[in-house]
């Protein structure tokens, strides 16, 4: 399955999908950052970086799938508590949105601080399957640590979404019927797609998404907090020269996904495609 890590930090996603879950081959990263940058060109040398997701743009059916980790700073308790409204970071949510609406995946995975779900008294995690129900996808969602679900030696909740297009829940028939025999991209589909909104737009008021469960069998860090080192083993802060090194490395740390606990929703999204790969 191919991948667009959109807003792709240091690759967590990426790596998580290929070294861990596997199956999955990133062919595109969206990243700003210049340090995060680095380290993507030195882990994924032959994959293009585009630094700009305000101006990315791709046909349909280049990627099967998009991974969304966007900025969490106006949404995180240790943030300003803006949510997603214009003008924030974290409203980049709808850049993510704008590219699922217009590459049609099979699948896109989200993934945000815990706080999204009780942030305004859970009216921004209702705006954010709100749209990814107007975008034409369901969504089942889980709150996943890293210290319950990979053994790891901190907390680190994040809520996690994964996302799938909802004629997967259809019969064949009813696909036939909705969609018709002609391919998801044509002009026919999406008349079609455009006649069914029209006629039920009600639909988008409903929250039918719903929570899910989802196993880690095999996807585990060292529980033992003697393993890690607390302290680097190489100078970065007192030589005048490595300082800038340190805080970017720290910063990329603290906004990147923990591949072990990525996996976990990586995992379900391989399961979940092996499945639809039968019905459709």
């Not at 907090?225 to 083993?233: A, E, Q, R, W």
């Not at 970065?236 to 300082?243: E, H, L, Q, S, Y």
């Amino acid at each position: 399955m191919r991948i667009l890590d959109l807003f792709a930090g240091y690759g967590g996603f990426s790596y998580g999908a290929e070294k861990l879950v596997k199956g999955f081959t990133t062919t595109q990263f969206v990243e700003k950052n210049e340090f995060c940058q680095k380290i993507l060109k030195k882990h994924w040398p032959n994959v293009p970086i585009h630094d700009d997701i305000n101006t990315f743009h791709a046909k349909p059916n280049q990627y099967e799938l998009l991974t969304i980790g966007w900025p969490c700073q106006d949404i995180s308790v240790a943030g300003n508590q803006k949510g997603i409204k214009s003008g924030t970071r974290s409203s980049l949510f709808y850049q993510g949105i704008r590219l699922l609406r217009e590459l049609q995946p099979r699948f896109a995975l989200f993934e945000n601080v815990r706080n999204l779900i009780g942030h305004d008294s859970g009216n921004t995690f209702k705006e954010v399957l709100f749209q990814i129900a107007k975008s034409g996808y369901d969504a089942e969602w889980q709150v996943l640590s890293v210290s319950k679900h990979a053994r790891g030696v901190h907390r680190r909740e994040r809520v996690f979404i994964i996302a799938y297009p909802k004629y997967f829940r259809l019969s064949p028939t009813e696909r036939l019927r909705i969609y018709g025999e002609a391919n998801n991209n044509t002009q026919e589909r999406q008349n079609k797609i455009e006649q069914l909104e029209r006629s039920s737009e009600s639909i988008y008021s409903k929250i039918i998404q719903r929570p899910s469960s989802w196993s880690n069998g095999k996807y585990f860090l060292n529980p033992n907090p003697n393993g890690y080192s607390s302290k680097s083993t190489v100078c970065r802060t007192d030589n005048g020269f490595t300082r800038g090194l340190h805080k970017s490395r720290i910063t990329a740390l603290g906004n990147g996904v923990v591949p072990h606990v990525a996996a976990i929703p990586l995992q379900r999204i391989k399961k979940l495609n092996e499945y639809f790969s039968t019905i459709t």
